[in-house]
């Protein structure tokens, strides 16, 4: 079955960075498109970027742009998002989501990476 | 602030029909057939529930519905069920610059 299985939960300090993983499975990973949303506690969802798993290309929100680098690995199907000098309203679950590009949704989705900033 | 406003709660009775709207502007779902609505549960992942405004996942029963008029996209959700108490979130495609935006989340209670 598609699916796809995020890396766990991390704890960083003020400043530091982190890089959540997102392994595919059950389908062809290069047809596709990784978003990355996140969702901060007790708050809505949170657009953070796209990546093609094709050929590489991405769109980051204007808010995450410097701060935020979206690669893929098409030898293992895998995403990852990586988010550089963190602060505490970094706080958050962070899911991806397969998106098949220029469809602009989001149909299968991991089940979240909790990050948590603290010193 | 989201891009999207939606009512932040929602309710009705089990076999009720309710509604939830999505208002955004002519750069957003005004401007592009690409509105979708999410399902979440506490402590879950989102569902896909509606895409391309009214176009249904397979396995999502059709008591839920999606429409759009102008800036406002709408979901419904007919012959309510207990399961489907949760949280939904509307998105669009916002152009090549703001990309994908999300409405603040409505809280539908079946009471």
């Known amino acids: 079955q598609v699916q796809l299985v995020q890396s766990g939960a991390e704890v960083k300090k003020p400043g530091a960075s982190v890089k959540v993983s997102c392994k595919a499975s059950?389908?062809?990973?290069?047809?596709?498109?990784i978003s990355w949303v996140r969702q901060a506690p007790g708050q809505g969802l949170e657009w953070m970027g796209w990546?093609?798993?094709?050929?590489?290309?991405?769109n980051y929100a204007q808010k995450f742009q410097g701060r935020v680098t979206m690669t893929t690995d098409t030898s293992t199907s895998t995403a990852y998002m990586d988010l550089r000098s963190l602060r505490s309203d970094d706080t958050a679950v962070y899911y991806c989501a397969r998106e098949r590009p220029y469809y602009y949704y989001m149909d299968v989705w991991g089940k979240g990476t909790t990050v948590t900033v603290s010193s | 602030q989201s891009a999207l406003t939606q009512p932040p709660s929602a309710s009705g009775s089990p076999g009720q029909s309710v509604t939830i709207s999505c208002t955004g502007t002519?750069?957003?779902?005004?401007?592009?057939?690409?509105v979708s609505w999410y399902q979440q549960h506490p402590g879950k992942a989102p569902k896909l529930m509606i895409y391309?405004?009214?176009k249904r996942p397979s396995g999502v029963p059709d008591r839920f519905s999606g429409s759009k008029s102008g800036n406002t996209a709408s979901l419904t959700v007919s012959g309510l069920q207990a399961e489907d108490d949760a949280d939904y979130y509307c998105s669009s495609y916002a152009g090549s610059n703001n990309n994908v935006v999300f409405g603040g989340g409505t809280k539908l209670t079946v009471l």
């Open positions: 391309e405004v009214s």
């Open positions: 002519s750069s957003d779902v005004g401007g592009y057939n690409y």
């Open positions: 990546i093609s798993a094709y050929n590489g290309n991405t």
């Open positions: 059950g389908y062809t990973f290069t047809s596709y498109g």
